[in-house]
């Protein structure tokens, strides 16, 4: 299974060659390609990418709005997305229903709630492929089942959109915004997942000294015992 992270921004207005386009996975096996999220920044940029299928996690732009102009491969997403996308020309519509596994080109997804946004809600999936699997949650403030979604996990992708202040609110009794990196490591370290890559961005990582960053989140997994490293645009990983 190899990962290649095509876009690590999140919805931000700062931009660099490392963290250019919006935060998407893409995951080859086998030589079928899924691609998940397709935010705004990928209007029509299907064919730099040419995924066989598209899986997202919320509704919001940066996650969804690269489909307005529809898309040539299957598309899988929650009823609450399918209801916030219903004008869009998809033509290959698959529904995602949280903690039911699905095949999707070979690969598992299984979804898993969060808290994050109350507009739009939003899932995390956790991905695998034979006995290899990551869990991908690129925004999020909690993941509900959160044991059962990092068991056995061997990379944790997560939400880069703050590194330690809390942006962290209430709205009607829910909790929505963006956990901090460094209380999404400490999720690790109680888990055993033994490595995090942090994407989705936000100004703090993208308009900061990067070097100064990955020395902070490497000390940050250190004494967690998880290896923790930066994605940019273009990077892969290859999970064994």
Same mark, same amino acid.
């Given at each position: ?9 999140? +919805? ?6 490392? &963290?250019y386009?919006? #935060?998407?996975?893409?995951?080859? &096996? @086998?030589?079928?390609? *899924?691609?998940? =999220? ?8 299907? @064919? ?14 940066? &996650? ?10 299957? *598309?899988? /997403?929650?009823?609450? *997305?399918w &209801?916030?996308i #219903? ?8 529904? $995602? ?8 080109e070979?690969?598992?997804?299984? /979804? ?9 809600p939003? $899932? ?6 034979? #006995?290899r ?5 690129? =925004? *999020?403030?909690?993941i509900? =089942? ?12 997560? =939400? ?13 009794? @829910?909790?929505?915004?963006h ?16 490595? /995090?890559?942090?994407?989705h ?7 900061a000294? +990067? ?7 490497? #000390? ?16 892969? $990983?290859?999970?064994?």
């Open positions: 299974m190899k990962l290649r992270f095509v876009g690590t921004r999140g +919805e931000i207005e700062p931009r660099t060659e490392r &963290h386009s919006h #935060a998407a996975l893409l995951i080859t &096996h @086998n030589r079928r390609r *899924v691609m998940v =999220d397709f935010g705004k920044d990928w209007t029509g940029r299907y @064919n730099e990418v040419k995924p066989h299928a598209i899986v997202i996690t919320h509704a919001h732009p940066d &996650h969804a709005f690269g489909l307005m102009a529809g898309a040539p491969c299957p *598309v899988y /997403a929650t009823e609450h *997305v &209801h916030d #219903a004008e869009y020309p998809i033509e290959k519509q698959f529904m $995602v229903r949280p903690r039911e596994p699905l095949d999707v070979g690969l598992i997804f299984e /979804a898993f709630m969060l808290d994050h946004s109350t507009r739009c939003a $899932v995390s999936y956790r991905i695998s492929a034979g #006995a699997a990551i869990h991908y949650a690129p =925004d *999020v403030v909690y509900h =089942d959160k044991e059962e979604a990092l068991a056995g996990v061997r990379i944790y992708i997560g =939400d880069g959109a703050t590194m330690e202040r809390s942006m962290v609110r209430r709205s009607g009794g @829910n909790l929505i915004g956990t901090p990196v460094k209380t999404q490591l400490g999720w690790c370290q109680k888990a055993g997942v033994p490595e /995090a890559i942090i994407t961005c936000g100004t703090e990582i993208v308009t000294d +990067e070097s100064a960053v990955v020395r902070k989140l490497e #000390a940050w997994g250190a004494e967690r015992g998880v290896a923790v490293r930066l994605a940019y645009d273009g990077m892969e $990983v290859h999970v064994r």
